[in-house]
């Protein structure tokens, strides 16, 4: 098991640490913890045998996988703290942060490093995330590695770096789009005569169903579209209706201006 330490241990970097434990990637005690303030980590975290620390620079010492889980605005001086320290030859830089990429962690840490970049969702709370990892120059073994790392959180898929602000669309404000779609459904489902808390648990069911139908049948979603929808039938109607008030075009449109978006705040 590698030793690994999770530098900024937030929603995103607790997430990762119990998702390690819990498929058994990694030990309790393998893992070392940081945060400015020990207060801030839930003390069932610490009483599941991580290693917690508020230095930076000691908590790396031994570590073979380093995760940076910090926000942006603080990655600058948790660089500076462990650049001399950090062993290019045997630690891996992970990154989650957003909108920092490879070259400008490696241009404090020294060209030699190998860094990867992670973006993971909100998801990952309940590990079931999705997240896209990728790098300019890093080893297969080591992108190997990182996705072997983050399918304890859920899925992961491999993409160009330059690639990462539009899947942050996708992905990150994915989420808000597909909850957005499920709130519409519950509403729908008031319209037409069910109590408001039945008509979204109905719809949260069915969305979930879809969804498990695409990943277990590795299947289309048009080929499912067609097994419900028949000549003249009730699915076809209501499809055709969503259609004509743009339904698809709209949601397109919206991956597309938040990736336009993204693109605009990551190069502020």
């Known amino acids: 098991m590698p030793k690994i330490t999770i530098i900024g241990s937030g929603n995103i970097g607790l997430s990762l640490a119990r998702g390690l434990v819990n498929k058994h990637y990694s030990s309790p005690t393998d893992i070392t913890l ?36 910090v926000l942006p605005q603080q990655l600058d ?20 942060i957003s909108g920092v990429s490879c070259m ?19 998801a990952i709370a309940i590990g079931q995330s999705m997240t896209c990892i990728a790098s300019d120059k890093a080893s297969e073994h080591h992108m190997e590695e990182v996705t072997r ?17 539009s899947a942050t669309a996708l992905c990150a404000c994915g989420i ?30 069915t969305a979930k169903g879809a969804a498990d139908l695409l ?28 259609e004509h008030y743009g339904f698809s075009s709209a949601f397109i449109k919206g991956i597309k201006l938040s990736a336009e978006r993204a693109g605009g705040l990551y190069k502020d």
């Open 149 to 165: 790392l983050f399918e304890t959180v859920g899925s992961v898929v491999t993409i160009n770096e330059d690639l990462m602000t």
């Open 34 to 69: 940081t945060r400015r303030s020990l207060k801030n980590i839930p003390s069932e975290v610490v009483s599941m045998g991580f290693d917690v620390s508020e230095d930076n620079i000691s908590a790396i010492a031994g570590a073979e996988i380093v995760v940076l889980a």
């Open 77 to 96: 001086q948790v660089l500076d703290q462990i650049a001399p320290v950090v062993v290019a030859e045997r630690q891996l830089i992970v990154s989650v």
């Open 104 to 122: 400008d962690i490696r241009n404090k840490l020294g060209d030699t490093s190998q860094v990867i970049r992670a973006m993971p969702n909100t």
């Open 215 to 242: 990943l277990q049948m590795q299947s289309h979603p048009e080929s499912e579209i067609d097994k419900v929808t028949s000549p003249k039938g009730c699915t076809i109607a209501g499809l055709n209706e969503m």
């Open 176 to 205: 808000a789009f597909f909850l957005r779609s499920i709130r519409a459904a519950s509403q729908g489902g008031v319209e037409i005569g069910f109590h408001a808390h039945d008509a979204l648990k109905m719809a949260i069911q």
